[in-house]
């Protein structure tokens, strides 16, 4: 659905939209990818806008602000493009692993997920383990 500016609906100024879900062009003219990180400066620029709201206060329309992306491609290999620092392999897979660690809530979950993934990377065990529909059969 295409949203407004200000991440209304059309026609409902009181009803906002966010996330994957929405269309916007407020990426230097771009769509915004359907992202976590996109969907979090959303939702820190709806909570301002409508404390800004409450105030009687004007807001600007939403702007994203891309940090850079990261995506996992295969067992320890990674690609990271941070603009003008673009890196794949181990080295890019060990900085997406503590990117995604580091972005987790609470220390508890950091330390659950890190400790996790160091026992699976020192056994070299895969990651999930997945029973297939039709068969009882690990995979």
Known sequence: MQVAADLTIPDHPEIFAIGDTVSINAWNG??????????????????????????????????????????????RLAVIDFGKVKLRGAIAWWIWGIAHIYFLIGLRHRLSVALSWLWIYARDQRAARLITQGSSKVV
């Open 30 to 75: 771009k769509p915004v990818p359907g992202i976590a990180p996109a969907a979090k400066q959303q939702g820190r620029y709806v909570a301002e806008t409508i404390k800004a709201r409450l105030r009687g206060a004007a807001t600007g329309p939403f702007r994203y602000k891309h940090a850079g992306s990261l995506a996992q491609i295969g067992k």
